[in-house]
């Protein structure tokens, strides 16, 4: 029954990274299972060894730094407020370097002029440069090089 303490130590293991998050217990707890399999087939305690060092290795020289690459990637897209940088709108109120009005994607937001020093006329066109709380940050699309 070897292949019992595997599965138990495999359950351990898997329980220490759900605490930590690290995915080094969670690829020794796949190792612990290929090893309770090798064992489950009949293999002795040396080859459960074997595969036991062999899975761990893969897994904690392979696929946990690619794992962990994946991780750290911003998402390729944007939600919420964060998707409209980058927008062109229109001006509905002119827009001065501390209050104005948007509309941007079917919807009306605050606006303010990115440079104080601009007012922005209605109808004019512009892209939001940033989002500010809950006032878009705009330059008119004309000064744009």
Do not use: C
């Not at 305690?45 to 946990?64: D, F, M, N, P, W």
């Not at 501390?98 to 109808?123: F, M, T």
């Amino acid at each position: 029954m070897p292949w019992l303490v595997w599965l138990l130590a495999a359950g351990v293991l898997g329980v220490a990274e759900f605490f930590t998050l690290t995915l080094v217990f969670g690829l020794l707890a796949g190792a612990a299972l290929v090893a309770a399999v090798v064992s489950g087939v009949g293999v002795g305690l040396l080859g459960q060894l074997v595969a036991l060092a062999a899975a761990s290795a893969a897994g904690l020289l392979v696929v946990r730094p690619i794992a962990l690459r994946q991780l750290d990637q911003q998402p390729l897209t944007y939600e919420g407020s964060d998707a409209l940088i980058g927008k062109r709108a229109e001006v509905l109120k002119e827009v001065t370097g501390s209050r104005g009005l948007i509309k941007i994607a079917g919807e009306e937001w605050s606006a303010r002029a990115l440079d104080e020093s601009h007012v922005i006329p209605v109808g004019a066109l512009v892209d939001v440069m940033e989002i500010d709380g809950a006032t878009a940050v705009v330059y008119p699309r004309e000064l744009l090089p």
